[in-house]
């Protein structure tokens, strides 16, 4: 299973992005999509998640900012984001838990990352 995300750039602060994530190849359904972002000099972590039902979960740092919303028609993932602020800065990460086949094992698949820069 492949991740291709876009939407990222050079945004100024108080500014929006749309970031995008299509996950492509052998999957038979998509459980968990979601967003992780890696600062510099920083460990990978948690932005959002959703479920194929909709439940989402929020890292707290994000909550009534970002909204994570996915199609599941064409198996993409979004993530809106509002009022960035310098702090936002990273590379954000698109990530699936994903099966082939109805009694295949979950896997989880990483897309290679899109940068978003939050600078005047």
């Known amino acids: 299973v492949q991740l291709q995300a876009s939407g990222g750039g050079l945004v100024q602060p108080g500014g929006s992005l749309r970031l995008s994530c299509a996950a492509s190849?052998?999957?038979?359904?998509?459980?968990?999509m979601g967003w992780y972002r890696q600062a510099p000099g920083k460990q990978r972590e948690l932005v959002a998640t959703?479920?194929?039902?909709?439940?989402?979960n929020y890292a707290d740092s994000v909550k009534g900012r970002f909204t994570i919303s996915r199609d599941n028609a064409k198996n993409t993932v979004y993530l809106q984001m509002n009022n960035l602020e310098p702090e936002h800065t990273a590379v954000y990460y698109c990530?699936?838990?994903?099966?082939?086949?109805?009694?295949?094992?979950?896997?989880?698949?990483w897309g290679r990352g899109t940068l978003v820069t939050v600078s005047s």
């Open positions: 190849g052998s999957i038979f359904n998509i459980n968990v």
């Open positions: 990530n699936v838990i994903y099966r082939q086949g109805p009694h295949s094992d979950y896997n989880i698949s």
């Open positions: 959703i479920t194929t039902g909709g439940s989402t």
